[in-house]
């Protein structure tokens, strides 16, 4: 039995609601929210906890960490077989997705395969994807940004707009963006990418966060962009418009944090980490209430 609670705590139980948000951003989208409460249920079994609670076994499991862990500040041991437990939750996630189409199938797949190829290892590479600096920015922004978006976009038959697809990869930006906060409170002042390879010992960690601000900037300016051409901000007493302003607020609350962090990057680290991801999950939560009041 305690093995079985070993398996469960290395899914990191407290990764499931963050990242319920990026499935949730493409639910926002979807003007056919009829049945909302069953599919919010099923993605998250699908996502939250099969997919991205799968992944995060599996890293565990071939990195052999220790700890702290996004999410997982002190791991008991980890089970023999956590790895292969990771995979077949990935693989359950694939099944269940399949039920609800093409698209929902199509990215628990692609999720199955950049988790793999984010932290296993592949014959004939020297390197896993989250050894090469720049891949490992892809593969995780990606996962937790378009494919979570048209995951969740999708989840009732809907077929994703042109607007759906751009908002998915502007998210896309905005997770890269949030990235290097991920891995610099694991890093040591004395790291290089020679002895911790990732994508912020490659840039080094001040550049690494300035760098993150610069693609959280972009990918607001893309949002706002879309929502200035479809005149959704022309009248800030409506709900949607205040919604948009207040996400507006934190999201540039959390990138001047990045900002400010960047100039003492090994200095309380872990909270600097949680209060950027805080803040950005925060701001991601007003603009899906935005956008499910626009889109009911």
Not at 88 to 96: E, K, T, Y
Not at 183 to 194: G, N
Not at 224 to 252: C, H, K, M
Request: net charge positive; with cysteine.
């Amino acid at each position: 039995m305690k093995d079985l609670k070993f398996y469960f705590i290395h899914m990191r139980p407290k990764t499931f609601l963050p990242s319920f948000v990026f499935v949730l951003t493409g639910y926002a989208l979807n003007p056919n929210k009829a049945a909302w409460p069953t599919d919010l249920l099923a993605l998250f079994l699908i996502y939250s906890v099969l997919l991205f609670g799968g992944t995060c076994a599996l890293n565990t499991h071939v990195d052999r960490d220790a700890g702290p862990l996004n999410f997982l500040d002190n791991p008991p041991p980890r089970p023999k077989w956590l790895g292969h437990f990771g995979v077949a939750c990935m693989l359950l996630g694939c099944v269940a997705a399949a039920f609800y189409g093409t698209y929902p199938l199509g990215c628990a797949v692609v999720a199955l395969l950049f988790s793999y190829a984010y932290s296993g290892r592949v014959p004939g590479l020297k390197w896993r994807g989250k050894e090469v600096g720049g891949v490992d920015l892809f593969l995780d922004a990606t996962g937790c940004g378009v494919i979570g978006v048209i995951l969740g976009a999708t989840i009732s038959g809907f077929e994703p707009s042109a607007r759906t697809w751009m908002m998915g990869w502007l998210f896309t930006l905005t997770v890269g963006g949030s990235y290097a906060a991920t891995q610099i409170f694991q890093l040591k002042p004395h790291d290089t990418y020679a002895t911790a390879r990732n994508f912020s010992s490659l840039l080094g960690a001040t550049h690494a966060l300035r760098v993150g601000a610069l693609m959280l900037f972009w990918g607001y300016v893309g949002v706002a962009t879309i929502l200035w051409n479809e005149n959704q901000l022309d009248r800030f007493s409506n709900g949607p418009a205040i919604l948009y302003v207040i996400f507006s607020f934190l999201f540039f609350w959390g990138l001047i944090q990045c900002v400010r962090w960047s100039k003492a990057p090994f200095t309380n680290a872990t909270p600097q980490f949680k209060s950027v991801i805080f803040t950005l999950l925060g701001a991601r939560l007003f603009w899906i209430a935005a956008e499910w009041l626009r889109l009911p």
